[in-house]
T-cell receptor, first 113, second 115 residues
Framework: DAKTTQPNSMESNEEEPVHLPCNHSTISGTDYIHWYRQLPSQGPEYVIHGLTSNVNNRMASLAIAEDRKSSTLILHRATLRDAAVYYC??????????????FGQGTRLTINP | NAGVTQTPKFQVLKTGQSMTLQCAQD?????MYWYRQDPGMGLRLIYY???????DKGEVPNGYNVSRLNKREFSLRLESAAPSQTSVYFC??????????????FGSGTQLSVL
């Protein structure tokens, strides 16, 4: 199973951009990169996903390296509500059924007022 | 839509007791998952299921059994609870390939303490 590695924690200030890195050096050509976040005392929620091109949605942007061995989740203007644990996972698009979706430790993001 | 519903929300067991954690989804999803999260740690996959009647082991299956009797429900059973199983348990479901996003939807969790 392709794995991801993320820093354990990061800190930023309110209203500043935040760049959360994820390394996935063993990624295969059919792996999608998914990001989830977990707010305190809640289950994780989907943030964004991509395959090769950079992606934007209302929550965040995803920048994918040209060799796909790393990616960065970008929060353009962090708010206190963005304080959470962020997980980067890989999902093989070839597989129809369920597959091992391994979350790892994630990055705990602290936002300072 | 209720999404993914887990019951109970809280449970305290004594060592050796058994119990079943229930999970149901109303999104007609094929795949369902059980994760555990120890305090201050990330999620670890216990079991997952591609469809009714099929289940597969995840990263930490020892001490657990699962049952996928129908498309909606995926239960997790602790036959003889141990203090090491004190954790928050999350159930999740995912749609079929081709559905936009294919994202996981999580329940709100069951907080289990084994004394």
């Amino acid at each position: 199973d392709a794995k991801t590695t993320q820093p354990n924690s990061m800190e930023s200030n309110e209203e500043e951009p935040v760049h959360l890195p994820c390394n996935h050096s063993t990624i295969s050509g059919t792996d999608y990169i998914h990001w989830y976040r977990q707010l305190p005392s809640q289950g994780p929620e989907y943030v964004i996903h991509g395959l090769t091109s950079n992606v934007n949605n209302r929550m965040a942007s995803l920048a994918i390296a040209e060799d796909r061995k790393s990616s960065t989740l970008i929060l353009h203007r962090a708010t206190l509500r963005d304080a959470a644990v962020y997980y980067c996972i890989l999902r093989d698009v070839r597989l129809e059924g369920a597959q091992k979706l391994v979350f790892g430790q994630g990055t705990r993001l602290t936002i300072n007022p | 839509n209720a999404g993914v519903t887990q019951t109970p929300k809280f449970q305290v067991l004594k060592t050796g007791q058994s119990m079943t954690l229930q999970c149901a989804q109303d999104m007609n999803h094929n795949s369902m998952y059980w994760y555990r999260q120890d305090p201050g740690m990330g999620l670890r996959l216990i079991y997952y299921s591609a469809s009714e009647g099929t289940t597969d082991k995840g990263e930490v299956p020892n001490g657990y059994n699962v049952s996928r009797l129908n498309k909606r429900e995926f239960s997790l059973r602790l036959e003889s609870a141990a203090p090491s199983q004190t954790s928050v348990y999350f159930c999740a479901s995912r749609g079929a390939r081709g559905v936009p996003n294919e994202k996981l939807f999580f329940g709100s969790g069951t907080q289990l303490s084994v004394l």
